[in-house]
């Protein structure tokens, strides 16, 4: 790893360092560099590094011996799967977890950028932390995250949040260790955040959250640079893990009992297309993961740019791929889809949804949609609601649009009030009730196939899990069937859940059919 894009700030205190007879001063850097929205969004001129060799420094083990970590987590999936990361990291050190803030000795924030409320969060919570550090000198707080990655969030950080103790960003997590160190020698805020295209980390120890459904990672990075998103900048470029490293992961995951994995991608259509020597899509991911015994294979999240027929074909052939599609569309508008830089229009998403549906004929089609962008018109959100009755998704993300400091729609002229933007999107939100509440109105008297997760969040006298097509299902039934596929018949549809009747657990022949 090029020891210039290793930047952090910070003093050791030689002291401290002397009095374990260690000399850690190899593994940090002195020089501090802020991080940078415009070299993030370089694109090209680096290779990807590919590491297969992580290790916990013999230095560093048992460093966390009697103390416990605490992360809390913002945002995406991706970033949830980034805090099992780093949960693999603290456990391998020694650290314990952790439920709660207060008798945490390390706490980290895993930050999302994607909207203001977003950032907003965090700052509250940073807010909240103060009195903690302040009972206790002791405690080390980090951020990290994409939020880290952002120059005017260091800076703030840096002037006005001094209970932090450190903050790295995306592409140095695999740094934890020596980051740690440097924040429990040093006096400063150490600041570790890597403004680089991204390279590409295997074998880092992984503490996954529950035994039943897993994230699996196919590729980092965004290089579609959507003129609101600030991901592109936060996440690096493109790239993706290597078929046998991706195959590997998911055969042992099987092994392990797992019933369900998600394919995790900030836009996993992309994937394989920086290879220069294999020609291997996700189509082609998808194909092989059907042939391993593991009952449910999902992806996220797609962009129609990228979404090519083959993985529609491939798709169709059903088995333990499930037709459960997350397609956003952003817009109805395709002036505003131009100048979202989103690359299709109205009418070519309506011909792709065609040829999904043409395929693969009971697909659930959900959606991501953004209200308010920069001089949306009435006409043009109105193109939104059309489209959404037209193609009638299950389910949407709905947003109002948040201007992210550095992307090209932060600067344009913004001329529609937020009480305008508000009111688009309660009207928005009706629309996607109504066309949840049909969707789930289907299954009334229907069979369903659930994976169940556990008790039902409101009420621990019932278990709860999803359907192939993503629905939540509560039902009752004795609790040795966590973790099992199960058919339910169900007997009432609500707009967000269904209520039913246990039948029985699914085999496994009938599953592997
Ligand atoms: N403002 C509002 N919503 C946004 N999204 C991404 N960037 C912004 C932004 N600046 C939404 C998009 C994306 C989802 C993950 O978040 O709909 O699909
Ligand atoms: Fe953001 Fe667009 Fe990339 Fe999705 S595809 S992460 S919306 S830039």
């Not at 002791?138 to 120059?151: A, D, H, K, R, T």
């Not at 996440?235 to 994995?261: C, F, M, N, T, W």
């Not at 069937?481 to 169900?490: R, S």
């Not at 609500?494 to 209520?499: E, F, I, K, Q």
Request: glycine share 6%.
């Amino acid at each position: 790893m090029n020891e210039e894009q290793r930047l952090s700030i910070g003093e050791v205190k030689p002291a401290i360092a002397n009095k374990e007879e260690k000399d850690y001063s190899q593994y940090f850097q002195t020089v501090y560099e802020p991080p940078s929205l415009k070299k993030a969004r370089r694109r090209g001129g680096e290779e990807v590094s590919y590491f297969d060799d992580f290790e916990i420094d013999e230095r560093f083990k048992g460093m966390g011996n009697g103390r416990k970590f605490y992360i809390r987590t913002y945002g995406c999936q991706m970033n949830e799967h980034d805090t099992e990361v780093m949960a693999g990291i603290f456990s391998a050190l020694g650290y314990e977890a952790t439920t709660t803030v207060d008798d945490a000795d390390v706490i980290l924030l895993n930050t999302c950028a994607i909207r203001e409320n977003a950032e907003n969060k965090v700052f509250g919570e940073l807010g909240h932390l103060k009195p903690l550090k302040q009972r206790n000198p002791e405690l080390v707080i980090g951020v990290c995250g994409c939020m880290s990655q952002e120059e005017s969030v260091v800076n703030k950080i840096l002037q006005t949040y001094d209970q932090v103790d450190m903050i790295f960003g995306t592409h140095n997590i695999h740094r934890l260790p020596n980051i740690l160190t440097e924040a429990y020698l040093s006096k400063e805020m150490v600041v570790e955040v890597w403004s680089k295209e991204g390279d590409i980390i295997e074998n880092l120890p992984k503490v996954r959250h529950g035994d039943i459904k897993a994230w699996v990672n196919i590729m980092y990075g965004c290089d579609k640079f959507c003129t609101y998103c600030i991901v592109p900048y936060t996440r690096g470029k493109e790239r993706s893990r290597r078929p046998e490293d991706i195959i590997q992961e998911v055969r042992h995951l099987a092994a392990q009992g797992y019933q369900e994995i998600t394919l995790l991608g900030q836009n996993v259509n992309a994937y394989g297309k920086d290879f220069d020597d294999l020609n291997y899509r996700l189509a082609d991911l998808m194909d092989d993961l059907r042939y391993i015994d593991i009952p449910r294979v999902r992806f996220t999240t797609s962009h129609p740019w990228d979404f090519e027929d083959e993985l529609i074909e491939v798709l169709a052939k059903g088995g333990n791929l499930v037709e459960h599609i997350h397609l956003p569309v952003q817009s109805g508008s395709s002036s505003i889809l131009k100048i979202m830089g989103r690359t299709y229009t109205r009418e070519s998403y309506i011909e792709l949804v065609e040829k999904i549906r043409k395929a693969i004929p009971d697909v659930a089609l959900t959606t991501d949609i953004i209200v308010g962008f920069p001089n949306e018109t009435d006409e043009q959100f109105e193109e939104t609601l059309t489209l959404f009755e037209e193609m009638k998704f299950e389910m949407a993300f709905t947003y109002i649009y948040s201007p992210r400091d550095g992307t090209p729609a932060a600067r344009m002229e913004d001329n529609i009030p937020m009480d305008v933007k508000k009111e688009r999107l309660q009207r928005l939100n009706k629309v996607v009730n109504k066309y949840a509440a049909k969707a789930m109105d289907k299954y009334e008297g229907e069979i369903v196939e659930v994976l169940v997760e556990g008790e039902s969040k409101k009420n621990d006298e019932v278990l709860s899990g999803y359907t192939r097509k993503n629905k939540l299902v509560n039902f009752k039934a004795p609790k040795s069937v966590i973790g099992k596929l199960v058919k339910v018949k169900v007997t009432v549809a609500r707009t967000w859940s269904l209520n039913g009747e246990f039948l029985h657990v699914v085999e496994r022949e009938e599953v592997m059919n």
